[in-house]
């Protein structure tokens, strides 16, 4: 039975996986491991109103991911965790993974389709 810590701490790591789960969080994140960025810049980038750009950099912040700087009237958002750069690299290597299996397995599926289809012709199996 999980206790009451492990609980704790399963869930402050689903509040963050949640916090990733959009593409222009994970793009906004992309973004700002080359660097600061201020609201200005990521709205321009990823082409959304400034409203809905905060909102997704106040996800990241609440789980922990990103940290915000205010100087003058701007605010400038840095990685407060560059490691979760090794968990995207992570993901990259599952995602070829991933393509490389359903590759294989088209391939085989066409060999076999096209084996049938010849034995269906009468043509020899080889």
């Known amino acids: 039975m ?8 399963l869930l402050t790591r689903a509040k963050i996986f949640k916090a990733l789960a959009h593409p222009s969080r994970l793009f ?3 973004q700002l491991a080359e660097g ?7 709205t ?12 997704h950099l106040s996800v990241l912040r609440s789980a922990g991911v990103i940290h915000a700087e205010k100087r003058g009237l701007q605010v400038f958002y840095r990685l407060k965790m560059p490691c ?4 995207f690299e992570c993901v990259g290597e599952v995602v070829q993974a991933n393509a490389k299996e359903q590759w294989d397995i088209m391939k ?3 060999r076999q389709a096209a084996k049938g289809l010849r ?7 080889g």
Do not use: H, P, W
Request: charged fraction near 30%; charge should be negative; hydrophobic fraction near 40%.
């Open 44 to 55: 321009d980038m990823i082409g959304a109103d400034i409203s809905t750009i905060s909102k």
């Open 84 to 87: 979760i750069l090794r968990f």
């Open 36 to 42: 600061e960025r201020c609201v200005c810049d990521l």
């Open 108 to 110: 085989i599926n066409e």
């Open 2 to 9: 999980m206790d009451e810590k492990t609980q704790a701490g």
């Open 119 to 125: 034995a269906r012709k009468g043509y020899a199996i």
């Open 28 to 30: 906004i994140l992309e």
